[in-house]
């Protein structure tokens, strides 16, 4: 079975203050990692899809990387319109089904 | 720019009720999925369909039901609605390993 984990839960972080987002994954053949973000009250918006290992994507100031077991998602000097929460979910090889971590809720204040 | 609509962004229903959710995509998808966010729960897959009539029950199926008699609808069904049911309801469809794109979602309340 499927399965992502993600961490922080939650993470508040000062304007300007650069961190990262993990999310572990098990999955039996990645056909494809996906980040998105979510506004309170809104379906989730996509950001990346990341298909093999060292691969890199880049957004303004959100970067996704991918490893075997893991990606992680990098803010460079986030602004407060970047808080959201963020998902992560994986695509395995035998379905389109995609399996959802829960999530890390981010806050960036002035 | 590619859309999934969700027919209704709040609904109240009773207990016992029969209620129904609809979905359109209008990017030809084969792919389309409900999913239900709780909080601390995540996303949780309900029932998926991968072509018209055809579908598959995810990992939560018990007390729904879906249809798709065309390709860019995909309706979930709470045969008799309970309040633990009461829930962000999301659909989402794709194409193939491409990202999904989801509805704006649904907040159901069981009364």
């Known amino acids: 079975e499927d399965q992502v984990t993600q961490s922080p839960e939650a993470l508040r972080l000062q304007e300007g203050e650069s961190s990262s987002l993990n999310c572990s994954y098990t999955v039996s053949g990645l056909r494809g990692l996906f980040w998105y973000r979510q506004d309170p009250g809104k379906g989730p918006e996509f950001l990346f899809t990341?298909?093999?290992a060292g691969e890199e994507k880049e957004k303004e100031r959100l970067k996704a990387t991918l490893t075997k077991k893991e990606s992680f998602l990098h803010i460079t000097a986030p602004k407060p319109e970047d808080s959201a929460t963020y998902l992560c979910?994986?695509?395995?090889?035998?379905?389109?089904?995609?399996?959802f971590g829960t999530g890390t809720r981010l806050q960036v204040t002035l | 720019d590619v859309k999934v609509t969700q027919s209704s962004r709040y609904l109240v229903k009773r207990t016992g009720e029969k209620v129904f959710l609809e979905c359109v995509q209008d990017?030809?998808?084969?792919?389309m999925f409900w999913y239900r966010q709780d909080p601390g729960l995540g996303l949780r897959l309900i029932y998926f369909s991968y072509d018209v009539k055809m579908k598959e029950k995810g990992d939560i199926p018990e007390g729904y039901s879906v249809s798709r008699e065309k390709k860019e609808r995909f309706s979930l069904i709470l045969e008799s609605a309970s309040t633990n049911q009461t829930s962000m309801y999301l659909c989402?469809?794709?194409?193939?390993?491409?990202?999904?794109?989801f509805g704006q979602g649904t907040r159901l309340t069981v009364v």
């Open positions: 990017m030809d998808h084969e792919n």
């Open positions: 990341l298909y093999s």
């Open positions: 979910a994986v695509q395995d090889g035998t379905a389109s089904k995609l399996t």
């Open positions: 989402a469809s794709t194409q193939g390993q491409f990202e999904a794109f």
